[in-house]
């Protein structure tokens, strides 16, 4: 009959256990509601930013011309060629030398006296 008690006792260590953790995960409702509120309100505001970067990148005007080189080299689609001429203002250059791997153009000013 050890086998039995052995069993019994280990049944009763398990539910004990259950129900320490149900009386540490009791958690105070309202502060759950403001988690919740500040977690929908971060959404929401990220949501908005991405919409706003989505309106400024639309207004960047592209060549056409910018779009077929990288649609016929680099074999991409047209709107995410379109997209990457936008995130650069643009610039074709800067955007073929991301893709090789080549480090960003040095601007050099030259001053006239």
Known sequence: MTRQSDVQECMNSISNRSEKA???????????EER????????AEKKAAEKKK??????IPVKNEDVEVLMSE??????????RLREKKG????IMREVVG???AKVTVKTVS
């Open 22 to 32: 149900t009386d540490v995960r009791a958690y105070d409702e309202q502060s759950v």
């Open 36 to 43: 919740m509120r500040k977690l929908f309100t971060e959404i």
């Open 54 to 59: 989505a309106d400024e990148l639309a207004q």
């Open 74 to 83: 680099l074999g991409w689609e047209r709107t995410v060629a379109e997209h």
């Open 91 to 94: 610039d074709i250059v800067a």
């Open 102 to 104: 080549l480090p960003k």
